[in-house]
């Protein structure tokens, strides 16, 4: 694989980043520091990620717009009227709807998410590109792009 793969953040990966400095989530933000992946969220991702550090962790809001910026995390576009359509039929809770819709918007190659619930149960034939938690990308990076070099 030539060029790096994109990989799309929800919420709950952010959050865990921000709040676990060895976790699966934070090194996959330091692939994408490296630049060897292409990562993305979506402004509903972000407004999330803000209201739930505010409430959560206040303390950690720079920290998370630091670490953002340093990971060379990137915005998407906002979802299309067909995007969203196609997510509600997938997801039933509406933020979430938002955020598939999002991630089918910058049609990345890997969707990662702590969110069993919502995401993990959306079948897989479904959607244009994996879903799955950060150490689920990890292995499949290792796997695939670590040896490839």
């Not at 340093?70 to 979430?96: H, M, N």
Request: include cysteine; hydrophobic fraction near 45%.
């Amino acid at each position: 694989m030539n060029t790096p793969p994109d990989v799309f953040l929800d919420t709950s990966a952010i959050f865990a980043a921000v709040l676990s400095p060895d976790g699966g989530a934070r090194m996959v933000l330091r692939l994408g520091e490296s630049r060897l992946v292409r990562l993305w969220i979506g402004r509903q991702v972000l407004r999330e990620c803000e209201a739930v550090i505010q409430r959560k962790a206040a303390d950690s809001l720079p920290y998370m717009a630091l670490l953002l910026d340093t990971t060379k995390v990137q915005i998407g576009a906002e979802a299309s009227p067909g995007s969203l359509e196609q997510a509600r039929t997938l997801v039933a809770y509406p933020p979430d709807a938002i955020v598939l819709a999002e991630a089918i918007e910058s049609q990345p190659d890997w969707f990662l998410t702590h969110d069993h619930q919502h995401f993990m149960k959306v079948p897989i034939e479904k959607l244009p590109f994996r879903v799955g938690m950060p150490d689920d990308f990890l292995m499949w990076f290792r796997e695939n792009i670590s040896t490839s070099g």
